[in-house]
């Protein structure tokens, strides 16, 4: 089985991370995969056994040039299951689908509830068309797919993971006492972090 895993760059990303420790465990039990996506800085973190298909930046200024590096990586590598990383990437993934003429199954990992690309009205039926298969990351996101349209059979729950063993590793080794006075934390003082690139997305504001 070749399966083509595709993500819009390979910047720092809480998607792009997932989907990478994704190939490389594919790749570890002996799957043929491959990473599409626009160069970036975690390209480094894709294990040797992980094709690399470089396409040209999914960019609205740009999109004929992304489609036809992308229908470049989908003739070559010829998959039989694309899973991409957003709602773009899977409508671009079936047109190209009829464009080449091969066959292969579309499974979304959507990290969003809607297609923000797309007016609110057409978001359910385009999100519907995009894909075979749809994983949600969250049970609220599952219900909120399943009151899309989405049959229950199409809709799988896969929460994002954490490796909670290399951070309690790391905290064990921290020196907290001197990170406390660098941050003018009092000893007696709880902690609370929250982890995530600093957009408005992501709720700092309202945690």
């Not at 809480?14 to 990473?35: C, H, K, P, Q, W």
């Not at 190209?96 to 990290?111: D, E, G, N």
Request: hydrophobic share 45%; with cysteine.
């Amino acid at each position: 089985m070749r399966v083509l895993i595709c993500g819009e760059a390979l910047q720092l990303g809480g998607a792009e991370t997932v989907s990478i420790d994704l190939a490389n465990a594919l790749a570890r039990r002996g799957v043929e995969v491959a990473y599409s996506a626009a160069p970036g800085p975690l390209e480094a973190r894709l294990a040797a056994g992980v094709r690399i298909e470089r396409t040209p930046p999914l960019e609205r200024k740009g999109f004929l040039r992304f489609l036809r590096g992308f229908s470049a990586v989908l003739r070559g590598f010829e998959p039989d299951v694309v899973h991409v990383q957003g709602a773009t990437l899977a409508l671009a993934a079936r047109l190209l689908s009829r464009i080449v003429r091969k066959r292969f199954a579309v499974v979304l990992t959507h990290h969003s509830t809607s297609y923000r690309r797309a007016p609110p009205r057409l978001s359910g039926p385009l999100l519907r068309a995009s894909c075979d298969h749809m994983i949600a990351i969250s049970r609220l996101k599952q219900r909120q797919f399943l009151a899309m349209g989405f049959h229950a059979a199409s809709v799988s729950l896969i929460p994002n993971f954490v490796d909670c063993r290399a951070i309690r590793e790391a905290a064990d080794h921290a020196d907290r006492a001197r990170l406390r006075s660098e941050l003018g934390i009092a000893d007696t003082e709880r902690v609370v972090a929250m982890v995530g690139r600093m957009i408005p997305g992501k709720g700092f504001d309202v945690f």
